[in-house]
Every structure is written in C-alpha cells, then in structure tokens.
Nanobody, 123 residues
C-alpha cells in the first residue's frame, strides 16, 4: 500500500502561483509514475500532469502546458505541482495519484490516491 497526502491548496487570485505537494509513504516511491488530477464541481475528474518514476519524462494536459510544472524528489518521497499564471478555470480539488504501470492520463488505471487539496482561483 502507498499512502498519499496532498497539501498546499488555498485561495489565490488569478495570475498568482501555488505549489502543491504530495507526500508518499508505505512503499518505495521511485518505481511509481505519479500524477495530478483535478475535479471541479459538477465535472469529471481530469488529468493535469504526470511524471515517470525517474522524473525523466513528464506529461501535461494541454490546458496547463506552459503554466504548470510537475516534479519529484525521490529522496523525500514527494511529488510537486508548481502552478503559475493561475486562472479561475483552474479552480478544483487537486488529487495526487500513483501507479506502477498503465496509461499516465487515465484515472482508472491509478492504484493509489490522496484525499485531495482545494485550489480556488478568484478573478
């Protein structure tokens, strides 16, 4: 089992920045592909970004490309999401997820999930 705990979500004005963190525990962290998903009220959960176990490969949704950066520190068992130039449409609960194999963008293929952290962007 892998336990994931997100932090860093808060209220921020449009154009601002936030860094989310996801701390993992329970198993060796480095083999896991880690990802961030988000879910806005009334909408389905959507892929935001993913990073391979080594950190050498990253993937982004078109809606965040160029604004968000995913990274990881395997020594600290933590994955990050740096979010810049935030927009009101980025408002959502952000979830951290992990798996050993599978599609990086498909939420149903992730085995482990955090409880989520709320990001609210005001205009």
């Amino acid at each position: 089992q892998v336990q994931l705990v997100e932090s860093g979500g808060r209220l921020v004005q449009a154009g601002g920045s936030l860094r989310l963190s996801c701390a993992a525990s329970g198993r060796t962290f480095s083999p896991y592909t880690m990802a961030w998903f988000r879910q806005a009220p009334g909408k389905e959960r959507e892929f935001v970004a993913a990073i391979s176990g080594s950190g050498g490969n990253t993937y982004y949704a078109d809606s965040v490309k160029g604004r968000f950066t995913i990274s990881r520190d395997n020594a600290k068992n933590t994955v990050y999401l740096q979010m810049n130039v935030l927009k009101p449409e980025d408002t959502a609960v952000y979830y951290c997820a992990g798996h050993r194999r599978g599609s990086y963008y498909c939420s149903s293929e992730y085995d482990y999930w955090g409880q989520g952290t709320q990001v609210t962007v005001t205009s």
